[in-house]
């Protein structure tokens, strides 16, 4: 593999909720996302709906995120105004018509394995929302973060349903947390 190769791979990192040191790791990856695009607008598209408990992940960070107010960080994806999937393409394109080349972090839940349950993701590349309850959505993001809420694999739609609330708030805070300070730290 060459170096050039080793510089252009798309990155993912994972960190449990409650290991303090990998989401340092992934604060200063996204850091680095933000400083790397700190002239063009960033938005985050928080997809999901309040309507089930595990897929209430990305209402519920965009609701922290929105309440913050931070100085031009557009959110879409609330607890009032959430984003799904009949609404997700209509959602997009209101962002494209918005914005000059924004730069999108697209934030949702997934279903997983037993022992990445209660953990973070962010990647590089767009997010497939829907993939984990087999639906067709538009990928979406130059980067994503994902949380991992429930186990995947078996009757996903009951999995959502029967999600921990505790576990998807715990980690609506950790998530909105890690944008906010490192939004903070170099675009503003």
């Given at each position: 593999?060459?170096?050039f ?5 798309p990155q ?5 909720v409650d290991?303090?040191?990998a989401?340092?790791?992934?604060e ?6 933000f ?13 999901g ?12 960070i ?5 309440r913050?107010n ?24 209101i962002i ?6 924004p730069f ?10 037993m ?29 994503h973060?994902?949380?991992?809420v429930?186990?995947?694999g078996?009757?996903e ?7 921990r609330?505790?576990?998807v708030?715990?980690?609506?805070e950790?998530?909105s ?12």
């Amino acid at each position: 593999m060459s170096l050039f190769s080793l510089l252009t791979e798309p990155q993912k990192m994972k960190a449990h909720v409650d290991d303090y040191s990998a989401k340092a790791k992934l604060e200063t990856r996204l850091s680095d996302l933000f400083a790397s695009t700190r002239k063009r607008p960033a938005v985050i598209l928080c997809i999901g709906t309040d309507r089930s408990t595990g897929d209430a992940l990305g209402p519920l960070i965009g609701t922290h995120l929105s309440r913050l107010n931070l100085p031009q960080l557009n959110v879409y994806g609330t607890l009032d105004e959430p984003v799904h999937a009949t609404n997700l393409q209509e959602n997009i394109q209101i962002i494209q018509q918005s914005f000059v080349n924004p730069f999108i972090i697209a934030i949702d839940a997934c279903l997983g394995r037993m022992d990445s349950i209660g953990c973070i993701t962010l990647a590089d590349g767009p997010l497939k929302p829907g993939a984990g309850v087999h639906k067709q959505l538009p990928e979406v993001g130059e980067a994503h973060i994902t949380g991992i809420v429930n186990v995947g694999g078996f009757m996903e739609y009951m999995v959502l349903q029967n999600t921990r609330l505790n576990l998807v708030w715990r980690m609506s805070e950790n998530v909105s947390t890690l944008i906010t300070h490192s939004y903070l730290k170099v675009r503003c």
